[in-house]
T-cell receptor, first 114, second 113 residues
């Protein structure tokens, strides 16, 4: 069965420090992978997506993610975190096809210390 | 460009009352539409999706129903709300037959008293 695991429920980093949020997926075919960010009380905003090709993808707000097929991972990174990055981050794998449903991880809540 | 609207943003309802949440999309035709619920401290649970007018698929058995009376309109309803229906409801749209991402509305915070 398809699934997404985000092993870190909550992460705290200092402003200016680097960030890596982990995501592992289980999917039988070539996965279509996404990272979304959710600020409190808001909807989800797409940060970046991976379909094929270059395994390092760049997104908005200075984020990037690397697809590693051998590890079934799609970790999100940012070299220097800003206080405005405090939010919840969701990894998702897409089923594609006519329904184009997404399977989400349970999210990682990021806190940024001054 | 495409936009998605959800309303109301916040709703407080008594147990046993009816519910109607509305979602509309602009700037695209024949989108797939989705309703999610997000309980406090938990991830997103897909409730319903629709690939066309009048076509509704339910992902989980529950007290809620969905309808799609027009191409870009998606409605989430209940005849009698339960306490367990409290949560944050998100509508999203996407393009079927592609692997493009879904795009989300700003959500409705539903509190049941």
């Amino acid at each position: 069965a398809q699934s997404v695991t985000q092993p870190d429920i909550h992460i705290t980093v200092s402003e200016g420090a680097s960030l890596e949020l982990r995501c592992n997926y289980s999917y039988g075919a070539t996965p279509y992978l996404f990272w979304y960010v959710q600020s409190p009380g808001q909807g989800l905003q797409l940060l970046l997506k991976y379909f094929s090709g270059d395994t390092l993808v760049q997104g908005i707000k200075g984020f990037e993610a690397e697809f590693k097929r051998s590890q079934s991972s799609f970790n999100l990174r940012k070299p220097s975190v800003h206080w405005s990055d405090a939010a919840e981050y969701f990894c998702a794998v897409g089923a594609g096809g006519a329904t184009n449903k997404l399977i989400f991880g349970t999210g990682t809540l990021l806190a940024v210390q001054p | 460009s495409q936009t998605i609207h959800q309303w109301p943003a916040t709703l407080v309802q008594p147990v046993g009352s009816p519910l109607s949440l509305e979602c509309t999309v602009e700037g695209t035709s024949n989108p797939n539409l989705y309703w999610y619920r997000q309980a406090a401290g938990r991830g997103l649970q897909l409730l319903f999706y629709s690939v066309g007018i009048g076509q509704i698929s339910s992902e989980v058995p529950q007290n809620l129903s969905a309808s799609r009376p027009q191409d870009r309109q998606f409605i989430l309803s209940s005849k009698k709300l339960l306490l367990s229906d409290s949560g944050f409801y998100l509508c999203a749209w996407g393009l079927g037959g592609t692997n493009q991402p879904q795009h989300f509305g700003d959500g409705t915070r539903l509190s049941i008293l």
